[in-house]
């Protein structure tokens, strides 16, 4: 084995923890993938012999390049995305070990699209502190601050998610049961049984893409979320309707003749339903490899 092959075998040890870093940064598969390829790029054109702990230069390498990128779409002046929502990670049984890394430590979509509301600095402080564990004396070179700015970073970060991000209840049987018991009102076009197990506040957000006027959009309180209990009904009657954990919570993969037409996320909180996420888009869900799911009920 050359030098080179050597470096590659080691990078990939750690590419499954990069691309998880970099998907809680971005909350898109694809510039995850863009981010974790160009630290490769780096490491491969670096002297290795300086490099101490090949993981933690990684982190902070990829760490700067979702900086990078995150500061560039706001450059850009794109649209925010808090105006959809992150890529969903859709997994099962015998799910490969980098999806199980993406969806570690119940990192749902509900969190994610608390984190796109962040600014860039705040995003890296609260990812690489909170979700990873990095001391601050690691991350403030990163954003080029002190520890004690990143630590404050970290801490406005923490006090905007607390409360913004239900905490989903960690029994996946319990989160089952609701969802399983979402689908029944659904069917049967049940208002009553909906009203029942939906939290007073919770959140609807429907991301349909180009498709949908004015992108993503959202509802809040069990009223407003019930009235849509007609398009539950269609969902569910109309689609094959199979459950599948969605960032680690329960959640439905819906499809028609075979194509997929959504996927849904739920956020669980006392044996109510706190937040349903569905992405419906169709240019997104194209770009979604399912086939880990062939075979699985």
Sequence with gaps: MNEHDFLAQRFEEHRAHLRSVAYRMLGSLAEADDAVQDAWLRLANTETEDIDNLG???????????????????????????????????????????????????????????????????????????????????IAPIMDRTPVAARKLASRARQRVQGAAPAPD??????????????????????????????PGVTLRADGGKALPGGMRVLRGAEAV??????????????????????????????????????????????????IDILSDPDRLAHLDLRHLEGQE
């Design 226 to 275: 019930a009235g849509q209990l007609a398009t539950f009904q269609r969902m569910a009657t109309v689609s094959t309707t199979r459950p599948a954990l969605v960032n680690g919570a329960a959640g439905l993969v819906n499809t028609v003749d075979g194509q997929l037409v959504s996927i849904i996320s739920f956020t669980i909180t006392g044996d109510k339903i706190a937040a």
């Design 170 to 199: 960690p029994d996946p049987a319990a989160q089952r049961r609701v969802v399983d018991a979402f689908l029944a009102a659904a069917r049967g076009g049940d208002l009553t049984a909906l009203m029942a197990i939906l939290d």
């Design 56 to 138: 933690g230069w990684l982190t902070t390498v990829v760490g700067r390049v979702c900086l990078d990128m995150l500061r560039s779409r706001r450059a850009r002046r794109e649209d925010p995305l808090e105006a959809r929502l992150p890529d969903p990670v859709v997994t099962g049984d015998g799910t490969d070990p980098e999806q199980q890394a993406l969806i570690a430590d119940a990192v749902g979509l509900a969190l994610l699209v608390v984190l796109e509301s962040l600014n860039p600095a705040e995003r890296l402080a609260f990812v690489l502190h909170d979700l990873f564990g990095l001391p601050f004396e690691q």
